[in-house]
Antibody
Framework: QVQLVESGGGVVQPGRSLRLACAASGFTFSNYGMHWVRQAPGKGLEWVALISYDGSQKHYGDSVKGRFTISRDNSKNTLHLHMNGLRPEDTAVYYC?????????????WGQGTMVTVSS | DVVMTQSPLSLSVTLGQPASISCRSSQSLVYNGGNTYLIWFQQRPGQSPRRLIYKVSKRDAGVPDRFSGSGSGTDFTLKISRVEAEDVGVYYCMQGTHWPLTFGGGTKVEIK
């Protein structure tokens, strides 16, 4: 079945880096744009980044622009989020979600999330 | 950035009664090609978000037909015709027309 599984979360000190991964299965990963969305504890959803199906286009939310980089490896059906210069306000559950914004599949499938805690 | 404003913040509904959630955008969500990229999500307690409605009014497979989406331009509504216990959770609207993508603040639905 269609599945997204995030990994790589953990506790990290402010200023340090972390790389999240999202493993996709059950669909043709290389045909779909992919997103990262985060949710701080007890708060709402915040869109983080999008990468197009072939990696040629990337867009970022204002709060992560210049610090986070989204990438993908279509040969391994894997999405990544490279997070640099982490701040306490980046503490959140990070979800990956599938589908280009303009397609009927936009945000149709979500992973279970991985928790990132930024604390000294 | 486009601001998505949801109301009310919370809703307490008697089982079997209707519920309505409003979502207003600070700019029109009509894209150049005529499509409107407005999505509704449900997040049950302890779960990942689940898409219910996309492109304003298209219901996802498996979503009960008591859920419906409507609206145009800057004004959108999610309606639940008869609330059931499994509908408890937080509902979010999201716009996909303008970068960066933005979510509404959420509406918490509980049973009275």
């Amino acid at each position: 079945q269609v599945q997204l599984v995030e990994s790589g979360g953990g506790v990290v000190q402010p200023g340090r880096s972390l790389r999240l991964a999202c493993a996709a299965s059950g669909f043709t990963f290389s045909n779909y744009g992919m997103h990262w969305v985060r949710q701080a504890p007890g708060k709402g959803l915040e869109w983080v980044a999008l990468i197009s199906y072939d990696g040629s286009q990337k867009h970022y939310g204002d709060s992560v622009k210049g610090r986070f980089t989204i990438s993908r490896d279509n040969s391994k059906n894997t999405l990544h989020l490279h997070m640099n210069g982490l701040r306490p306000e980046d503490t959140a559950v990070y979800y990956c979600a599938s589908g280009a914004v303009a397609g009927d599949e936009a945000f149709a499938v979500w992973g279970q999330g991985t928790m990132v805690t930024v604390s000294s | 950035d486009v601001v998505m404003t949801q109301s009310p913040l919370s809703l307490s509904v008697t089982l079997g009664q209707p519920a309505s959630i409003s979502c207003r955008s600070s700019q029109s969500l009509v894209y150049n090609g005529g499509n409107t990229y407005l999505i509704w999500f449900q997040q049950r307690p302890g779960q990942s978000p689940r898409r219910l409605i996309y492109k304003v009014s298209k219901r996802d497979a498996g979503v009960p037909d008591r859920f419906s989406g409507s609206g145009s331009g800057t004004d959108f509504t999610l309606k639940i015709s008869r609330v059931e216990a499994e509908d408890v959770g937080v509902y979010y609207c999201m716009q996909g027309t303008h970068w960066p993508l933005t979510f509404g603040g959420g509406t918490k639905v509980e049973i009275k």
